[in-house]
């Protein structure tokens, strides 16, 4: 082997290089990154992309078999603990972070003067709140009103939701039958 003359020296350090750029994209080629569809993070409050929608929930058992048995008092003790934070029972009781809901059943969506309702209920607004639109409102608010303000996670359990309702009903003179 012969000394290595500065040719030779120069063409092992570009052979090289060119080993080296071809082993990169090689690699970008094997690896070759893809993009995310939608945003991993979701900010609350921003618009959900479409392509992120929930996965379809599970069909909300109707409330109109369980009324009849329906207990108005439990309802009243679980109201206390679930919705007054935010809601007020009373006959012109003040709004809070919620409306008021005296009278909430046959009365029609965002009907309470004043209270800065999200678009969503206000497009309701020429539509009384019948017993099931309730039933599925507390369920899952944000499912049933697109955009509400009403934020709660909803009450899973059909039983005292008609519990609530029955509640709901007896401080409602308007309410029709069930
Ligand atoms: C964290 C506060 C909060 C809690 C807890 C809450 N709500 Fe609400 N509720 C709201 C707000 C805010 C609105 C107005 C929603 C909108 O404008 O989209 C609302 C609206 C409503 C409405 C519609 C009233 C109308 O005038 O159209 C009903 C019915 C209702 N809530 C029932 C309940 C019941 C029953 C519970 C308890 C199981 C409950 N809410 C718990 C904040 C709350």
Known sequence: ???LGPTKIYASILAAGVVFGLTGLAGKLLVSPERLHHPVLNI???AAPAAAAAPAAPAIEPVGPLLAAANAQTGQALAGRLCSSCHSFNEGGRAGVGPNLHGVVGRNHA???G?????????????????EDINTFIAAPARAIAGTRMAFA?????????DVIAY???ISPNAPAP
Do not use: V
């Open 115 to 131: 209270f800065n309702y999200s678009a969503g209920l206000r497009a309701k607004s020429a539509e009384p709140w019948g017993y």
């Open 111 to 113: 009907s309470i003067e």
């Open 1 to 3: 082997m012969d000394s």
């Open 44 to 46: 609350a409050g921003a």
């Open 168 to 170: 709901l009903r007896s």
């Open 154 to 162: 909803g009450i899973n359990s059909p039983q005292q939701r008609a």
